[in-house]
Structures are given as C-alpha cells and as structure tokens.
C-alpha cells in the first residue's frame, strides 16, 4: 500500500521568513497530494493540493511543488506569520503522512 | 466549518467496553472516512464507504467496526477497548470514492479508555 514520508517533523523559524516540508510517497500510481492544517483542538483543514498532471501550484503567501519521477513534493510557506503556526500534514490520497510542527517566532 | 459532524466530542470509557462514534457527511457527500490520530501515530487512515458500501480498508483493527446507512450517516464501532484506543477519531467525507477526492474533516471525537 501507499506509505507517505514528511519532514522534518518540526520546524521553527522566525516571522517572515520561509517554511518548507517535504514529503516523499511510494505508490507511482498516486494522483492526488492535498496540504491540510491543523490547529490545536480542531479537524484538519485543506489549505492547497495539486494533481499529477501539474508540477506547481500557488494561492498568496502558500506553494506546492510536485516531482513526479521522484515520487516527492513539497509545501512552501513564504512570509511566515504567527497565525501560520500549527501541524501540517501532506498526503498522497487518502494517506497522511506523519505530520510536522511549525512554529513562527515573532 | 466544515459541514461534517461528529459525535460525541468527548467520551471516556473503561478498558472492555464497547462505544459507537457517529458521523454525518456534508452535504451531498457520498463517501465517509474515518482516521485515528494519536500522538505518535499521526493520522492513521482506517476505513472508508462509499454510497453504504465499503471501498478501501486500512489499519483498522478487528475490534472495530463501521458502516455507512442509507441516509449516508456513518457510525465506528470500538469493542472491546484498550488504553491504548485512547485517541482522536476523526470521520471526514468527500462528494465521491475516488482517490482523487478532496475529503473534508470533522472537528474529530475525544476517546479515553481508562
């Protein structure tokens, strides 16, 4: 079955700079890599996806990069605010990977 | 929010027993998920139905048990519980089964076994 790596499972940084987690997967059939937030307390919440069939995708301050032949993709943060503090987890699918801890510093 | 809704919120039980995890899909949503996140596990995916029908199987254990109804509500059955089923239970939905599907999330149900 699927199987989803993400790393690192925490990172800090500090206000305006950028975040970025990866994640790799091992299923070559996967077509579908969503992005999901996590605040404490709360449902997991989609924040951007991409399909296979593009390589990148961007909404504001959030980007997603998608290597095909390498089976990984990747989660950009850019201009980091507090508010962005919170778990994130890629998937591939309907399988999460194991989540990371981003903390922004004011 | 999401327009999935779960119930109870909370719940705490004692090792044996049994509890029965509720779930109403947004809707139009044909398909129901549900996952367990426990600290060191993340979002593990256990099972998903699609129009009352099961369509895909992941680590769910054999003490549990779900199924999806007519009106498309889905219930989890956990039987025989561990203190180790003390865990976050969240049941999302998706408006069709394929694995392409974006799937939305509940606010999730506290379990403790004690």
């Known amino acids: 079955g699927e199987n989803v790596e993400q790393h690192p499972s925490t990172l800090s940084v500090q206000e305006g700079d950028s975040a970025v987690i990866k994640c790799t997967y091992s299923d070559s059939a996967s077509n579908y890599f969503p992005w999901y937030k996590q605040e404490l307390g709360k449902g997991p919440q989609l924040i951007i996806d991409i399909r296979s069939n593009v390589g990148e995708k961007k909404d504001q301050r959030i980007a997603v990069t998608l290597n095909k032949t390498a089976k990984h993709f990747s989660l950009h943060i850019t201009e980091t605010q507090p508010e962005d503090s919170a778990v994130y987890f890629c998937a591939a699918s309907t399988i999460f990977g194991q989540g990371t801890e981003l903390s922004v510093k004011p | 929010d999401s327009g999935v809704t779960q119930t109870p919120k909370h719940l705490i039980t004692a090792t044996g027993q049994r509890v029965t995890l509720r779930c109403s899909p947004r809707?139009?949503?044909?398909?129901v998920y549900w996952y367990q996140q426990s600290l060191d596990q993340g979002l593990q995916f256990l099972i998903q139905?699609?129009?009352?029908?099961?369509?895909a199987k992941g680590n769910i254990l054999e003490r549990f048990s779900a199924q999806q109804f007519p009106d498309l509500h889905s219930e989890l059955n956990l039987s025989s519980l561990e203190l180790g089923d003390s865990a976050l239970y969240f049941c999302?939905?998706?408006?069709?089964?394929?694995?392409?599907?974006?799937?939305?999330f509940g606010e999730g149900s506290w379990l403790t076994v004690v």
């Open positions: 809707s139009g949503d044909l398909s």
């Open positions: 139905y699609y129009n009352g029908e099961e369509r």
């Open positions: 999302a939905s998706s408006v069709a089964g394929g694995s392409g599907n974006t799937i939305y």
